[in-house]
């Protein structure tokens, strides 16, 4: 199968669009964290679910491209690591050292097994096991500390997957592999769903959002990448039936469609009617996803602006925006090869 060659490939809309994304989960956070009713707005107009969902859209196709583009798998996993990784490990680990300051336990009840645990269980992905330090947010609505990391592990395992999936494809053929792993991830999601509906078990709703029920995304986003041309030749057919399934969705459920009906509108969006770089100074959505949750509760912890709950918003977002910018310029960047997309927006 020849690969697409198109422009939109290097000049796309993608890095606004994980920036809105990105903002959009800290909106919906900054409400749910908090309990401020003013706040409530932002779950009526906006959706972190939505927001997470399609991060996973965009993820599928620039994944997909990013290892067709690689030289060797070697390269990819490197390029993967290299853009994950060191920020990753930088909030990880700063909010282990640096949140003793505001713990309710002393130093050596702080630098306990339980911190031990905690900052292992993270640096692995594994942050369901182990949500929150000794002693810190414990009188916060919610003790976890970084609440917003659980999609790295999703995202990581998808990372793994996709050698072996691009291996599937080159001897089976694309178009029957991306729909039957599309297909077998709706239908595991609907089955724990269904499952948890019936025992009233929250573990099964759990592992429905996990990996494989999620993977549905990240092939949607994949088929508009090997099937680009198709897409561009046909881009309208295919938003105005989208548009109708995502509108039909509301109000009679259609889980083997949503997924590809959603991706259709991001893909679209991420590669038509282009709004300009706004990777030019720095790709900060990365850094405005993991930083966030951890800013909210600490100004939640501190009590700031809590009479004002529209201040408190600003508060949080210019922190957040801040934070993400030293993230990137002193950490994220520095990480990355001169090949990056990320550095080559930059200049």
């Not at 996973?56 to 060797?72: C, K, N, P, Q, R």
């Not at 290299?82 to 050596?108: D, E, H, Q």
């Not at 292992?120 to 916060?140: E, I, K, R, Y």
């Not at 508060?315 to 910018?325: E, K, P, R, W």
Request: positive net charge; contains cysteine.
């Amino acid at each position: 199968m020849l690969l697409p060659d198109s422009a939109r490939l290097t000049k796309n809309n993608f890095d606004f669009l994980r920036l809105l994304f990105a903002v959009t989960v800290c909106l919906v956070h900054a409400y749910q964290l908090s309990g401020f009713e003013q706040l409530g707005i932002f779950t009526r107009l906006l959706s972190s679910t939505v927001a997470v969902k399609s991060f996973f859209v965009v993820s599928g196709f620039l994944i997909f491209m990013s290892y067709e583009h690689s030289a060797t798998l070697v390269s990819y996993i490197h390029k993967r690591i290299r853009r994950i990784y060191p920020a990753y490990f930088t909030i990880v680990m700063i909010c282990a050292l640096v949140l003793v300051t505001i713990s309710s336990k002393n130093i050596g009840d702080y630098f306990s097994l339980e911190w031990v645990k905690y900052v292992t269980a993270n640096l692995v992905f594994l942050n369901f096991l182990h949500l929150t330090l000794p002693g810190v947010f414990d009188l916060n609505k919610l003790a976890a500390v970084n609440g917003a990391l659980w999609t790295l592990k999703i995202e990581v395992m998808f990372y793994l997957a996709v050698p072996v999936i691009v291996l599937l494809c080159r001897k089976f053929s694309h178009l029957p592999v991306l729909m039957l792993t599309y297909c077998l991830s709706v239908i595991y999601s609907e089955v724990l769903i269904a499952a948890s509906q019936r025992t009233g078990a929250g573990i099964y709703l759990e592992l429905a959002h996990q990996l494989p029920g999620y993977l549905s995304y990240f092939m949607a986003g994949t088929f508009f990448y090997y099937f680009l041309p198709v897409f561009e030749k046909y881009r309208g057919y295919f938003v105005v039936l989208a548009a109708l399934t995502l509108a039909t969705n509301i109000f009679i459920g259609l889980p083997l469609l949503e997924p590809f009906a959603l991706a259709t509108v991001v893909v679209f969006f991420g590669l038509f009617l282009y709004a300009g770089n706004f990777g030019k100074y720095g790709d900060f959505s990365y850094g405005i996803y993991i930083i966030h949750f951890p800013v909210i509760q600490l100004f939640l912890d501190k009590g700031v602006l809590r009479e004002n709950p529209w201040y408190f918003l600003i508060a949080v977002l210019v922190t957040t925006i801040i934070c993400a910018m030293v993230m990137w310029h002193f950490v994220e960047k520095r990480f990355l090869l001169r090949s990056s997309h990320y550095i080559g927006a930059c200049r």
